[in-house]
């Protein structure tokens, strides 16, 4: 399985950045992995998602690695405004974020790009929660979060659910838990990749 393009660029002291894209239309769904994660992911998960994504709406899909907590800020955004300026119409933007991929997107990528929708998987909520919220209280797009009942960060599900609901909340947030899910989706692929389809969907 190969993205119809790949590259990587080199930051000025000297980390990589890799990414990987497939090519199609100017809806174009980013998929940013946790702390570490390849383009690819474990097990092909991000080109694997890439592909099912492509395959149902023709969208351009491009996923990156994750180098370090500010990857977006210093790699990834030139990389999204380099190729959206390449669309033939106006560009629809969607957002997959997986652990800190999620962080970043919350956080960092909302602050340069308008998206339709974002989806969150598994966003570390012990720490930093102030800027969440407040990132909440900014963003207009839809957004889902999603925790598996496993994850570390399921007991504050409910404090995620309260900022939420407040009048300042400017995102429309929905939150949904998958049963005997941990962090990595362990043994449950196929559920993950299910989730994709959720940017696309409402």
Not at 23 to 47: E, F, L, P, Q, W
Not at 95 to 124: C, E, K
Request: charged letters at 20%.
């Amino acid at each position: 399985m190969k993205f119809d393009f790949t590259n990587t660029v080199t930051q000025p002291d000297g980390r990589k950045l890799a990414y990987g894209m497939i090519n199609g239309n100017s809806s174009i769904v980013i998929i940013k992995a946790g702390a570490g994660g390849t383009c690819r992911g474990d097990g092909d998960k991000y080109i694997r998602m890439a592909k099912i994504l492509h395959d149902h709406s023709g969208c351009t899909v491009i996923c990156f690695s994750n180098f370090s907590n500010d990857s977006f800020e210093r790699a990834d955004v030139d990389v999204i405004r380099e190729l959206v300026s390449k669309m033939a119409g106006e560009a629809r933007l969607y957002y997959i974020g997986v652990s800190n991929g999620a962080t970043q997107g919350l956080l960092d990528a909302t602050r340069y790009f308008a998206f339709v929708r974002i989806l969150l998987i598994n966003m570390p909520l012990m720490i930093n929660f102030h800027k969440i919220k407040a990132a909440l209280d900014r963003v207009n797009s839809d957004i889902r979060f999603v925790y598996g009942e496993k994850d570390p960060s399921y007991s504050y599900v409910p404090f995620l659910t309260n900022v939420a609901q407040k009048d300042t909340c400017t995102a429309h947030v929905e939150i949904v838990t998958v049963p005997q899910a941990d962090h990595n989706f362990e043994g449950m692929l196929d559920t993950f990749l299910d989730l994709g389809m959720g940017v696309l969907t409402s």
